[in-house]
Every structure is written in structure tokens, then in C-alpha cells.
């Protein structure tokens, strides 16, 4: 295996200037107050990459002389079920109109769909190569880290978001101890934040120059811990296995810089951050945040909010589907936060397993398709890690872990004679 395998790979700055804003505007959604929800920035984002695409490459993607065959052929996999579970939430929905109430299952569907399965087809046409996407993605999570820190440590910003952007979450700007982002917070901007640890892990052991990558790691590691607990421990689960990869397939000198820079690095980020934390009240703050309650331990916070969430009991409703996510159909009540039980009481029991399955099927298969090792490591790691995430909150319909998934395994085995000009 070439060291440094990322080094031949061009990214021109102009070409990824653009890539950045893509990148995130689609895995953020930003959405500043009085603009409709249908023209948040990731729907824009999609109705770009829907329009470039049908306009510039369909006749590519569709010619015989298109021969990256695993993408074509897991693109149309992907549709095929993002199709099938969309037709039957339809069909489901009709026939439980009026019988229920609750968060209808059916627009998340829709979304899985367009935003899932055609938009990481539209996608890989708007990068030549594995080392653009994985640097857009870098710059992209360095910002929204860098937007966190200063919401975190500065009033005048969190009063600024707050005023301008709207946030799905439990709590506004103002109300919460934790960090928020600019279209992101609590655990969803958390596991946002982890994913763009991988393409930055896969940077430092790629690239022969990857002191920045180091840097920009721990700063997003930092923000990930100001956020929420469940990116920043995949993260530093992450960094122990990128450790044990560069000292495996790595020079002298990304050695040496990891153990010198990451130290040093570790070290005066976490000293600033006992200062600024050294008021009383404001360490409290962090306290809580170090404590790590969302992670499954018997006595923290989040396993006990989930034991005592209603979910409803296997039935025919249930294993057919209810149509809502969450709420009440026929006295049956599910008020679960597990991306699990949640399409098990809106698509039912038969087509949640079903589609978890194909999609966790399908993620393994691309896994194992790729040639380079440690991409196929690390996106392993984060194949194993959105399993386990989506048994805390429902990841995959908020759709930016399966793009950062799936766009990485193709753009990985990418044919030099499919590159855009």
C-alpha cells in the first residue's frame, strides 16, 4: 500500500471552496428564521445537486460506458429501498388517516428517499476523488467546531444564533450548558461532529503533511465534548485506533508529528479550557458535560430516560406499522428516542427489520469492496459506530451519516476516467 496515498489526489482550492459550502449546508441544516422549511439549506443543496445532475450527468450515469460498476449498482439498491419503505409509510398512512395521533412517519420517509438515496448519487459527481470530499468535510467540521467553541465561551454569539437561526432541539440558544452549532445541537450535532472525525483520521494517516489534520482533530474533538458526550467518546475511540493505524502504516515522520503535536496540542487546549472554566458556576457546567451521562452505564441519565420511555407492544398495528414515529394510535403509545422502536411503531416490526438489513447489508458490502486498507478500516469503524448510534436517537433519518457513508465508499474506488472536469 502507497504510504502516502492521498498525496497524488488534486483538490484545487476554487473546486473546494464550493465542495466546503456543499458539504455543509447539506450535513448542517441551517435555516434562518422566516425562511420556509422548504428551502432550509440542505433542500437547496439537493435541489442543486438534483438539477446539475439530470441536466449534466444523467446520460453518463446511464451510458454503457460508465463502468463504476459497485456505485451504480448500490445507488440503484439504495433507491430501491428508500422507494419501497416510502410506498408502504404511503400506504400505511392511508389506512391509519384519522385512527391516531403523534409525529407521522411518512415526510421522514419521503426524506430517506430524496435525501438518502437519490441525493449520494447526485453527490458523487460533484467530486473527482476520495481527498476532495474528505477535506471538504474536514474545513466544513472545522467550522461548524469553530462556531461551537465561540457559542460555548461567548454570550454575544449564542445571543446572536439565537436571534437569526432556528435549532432543533430541547432547548433554545439561551437555555442550554452545552454548545450549540449553526443548524445543529445536542446529540445530532455531536455525531455531525464525529463524522467529520473519520475523513479527518483518514487525512493524517493519507497525507505526508498532516500536522493541520492533528490540529484540526483535537480542536473538533473539543467541540464534540462541549456538545455531547456520544460524539466525543466514538471520537476518542476513533483516536486510539488512528494512533494504532499510523503507527502501523505510517512514516517516521507522522509518528513523531502525532506524538508531538496531538500531546502538546491536547495538552494547551484542555489548560485553556480549565481557564475559561475557572469560574465556579461555569465549571459546573463543564462538570456536567465531562460526566459523560449519555453513555450507557446503569445510573446516567440517558438509559434511564429510555427504560422509561412508553413503547408499544408487538401487535398486528405493530408489526405492520402505525404511521407516526411517535404518538398514540388504537390506546397503543410509543414515545421512544432509539431510531429503532421508532421505525418499528412507524413502519412496523416486518419492514424495520427488513430495512435495516438491506441498509446495514449494503453498508458492509461497500465496506469490504474498497481496496485501500485504512479507508476500509476507518469506514468500518464508522459503519459499526452508526449501528450503535442509531440505538440512541434515529441518525439515519437525519440523513448525514449515511451521505458521509456511502459518498466515501464510492468516491474511494473512483474510476480515473469518471473524474469531472
Not at 439498491?77 to 419501497?84: D, E, M, N, P, Q
Amino acid at each position: 500500500m502507497n504510504r502516502y496515498f492521498l498525496d497524488d489526489q488534486k483538490a484545487p482550492l476554487k473546486k473546494l471552496i464550493w465542495q466546503i459550502f456543499f458539504v455543509f449546508f447539506f450535513v448542517y441544516e441551517v435555516q434562518p428564521f422566516g425562511v420556509p422549511d422548504m428551502l432550509t439549506s440542505r433542500k437547496i443543496v439537493f435541489y442543486i445537486a438534483g438539477f446539475t445532475f439530470i441536466t449534466r450527468f444523467l446520460k453518463r450515469f446511464n451510458s454503457k460506458t460508465f463502468d463504476d460498476v459497485n456505485f451504480k449498482r448500490t445507488s440503484k439498491k439504495l433507491i430501491s429501498i428508500g422507494f419501497v419503505v416510502f410506498l408502504w409509510q404511503t400506504l400505511i398512512t392511508l389506512l391509519h388517516s384519522g385512527t391516531g395521533s403523534g409525529q407521522p412517519m411518512w415526510g421522514k420517509t419521503l426524506l430517506f428517499l430524496l435525501l438518502t438515496s437519490f441525493f449520494c448519487t447526485f453527490s458523487y459527481f460533484f467530486f473527482n476523488n476520495i481527498k476532495q470530499f474528505l477535506l471538504a468535510m474536514f474545513y466544513a467540521t472545522v467550522i461548524q467546531s469553530v462556531i461551537c467553541i465561540a457559542d460555548f465561551f461567548s454570550f454575544e454569539v449564542k445571543v446572536f444564533l439565537y436571534n437569526h437561526f432556528m435549532v432543533d432541539a430541547n432547548f433554545g440558544y439561551l437555555s442550554s450548558s452545552r454548545a450549540y452549532g449553526l443548524g445543529a445541537a445536542e446529540s445530532l450535532l455531536a455525531i455531525n461532529l464525529f463524522l467529520g472525525l473519520v475523513p479527518t483520521a483518514i487525512l493524517i494517516i493519507g497525507c505526508s503533511k498532516n500536522v493541520f489534520y492533528i490540529l484540526g482533530y483535537i480542536a473538533i474533538l473539543f467541540a464534540a465534548l462541549l456538545v455531547g458526550s456520544t460524539g466525543f467518546i466514538l471520537g476518542i475511540l476513533l483516536l486510539i485506533l488512528t494512533i494504532g493505524l499510523v503507527f502501523i502504516y505510517g512514516s517516521f515522520y507522522q509518528k513523531s508529528s502525532l506524538a508531538i503535536i496531538g500531546t502538546v496540542g491536547f495538552f494547551i487546549l484542555f489548560s485553556l479550557a480549565a481557564v475559561f472554566f475557572s469560574d465556579i458556576e461555569e465549571f459546573g457546567n463543564f462538570h456536567k458535560i465531562l460526566a459523560f451521562q449519555e453513555v450507557g452505564i446503569e445510573n446516567q441519565n440517558t438509559v434511564h430516560t429510555l427504560r422509561e420511555q412508553a413503547v408499544a407492544p408487538i401487535c398486528l398495528h405493530t408489526l405492520l406499522g402505525t404511521s407516526y414515529y411517535r404518538g398514540t394510535v388504537d390506546g397503543l403509545t410509543t414515545m421512544s428516542d432509539t431510531g429503532y422502536l421508532q421505525s418499528y411503531f412507524g413502519n412496523g416490526l416486518i419492514l424495520t427489520l427488513v430495512f435495516y438489513f438491506y441498509l446495514y447489508r449494503l453498508m458492509f458490502i461497500n465496506v469490504r469492496y474498497i481496496k485501500n486498507r485504512v479507508i476500509c478500516i476507518l469506514l468500518g469503524f464508522l459503519f459499526l459506530s452508526i449501528v450503535f448510534a442509531e440505538g440512541k436517537e434515529p441518525y439515519i433519518y437525519h440523513y448525514g451519516n449515511t451521505f458521509v457513508f456511502f459518498l466515501a465508499c464510492f468516491l474511494s474506488n473512483k474510476p480515473h476516467k469518471q473524474l469531472i472536469k
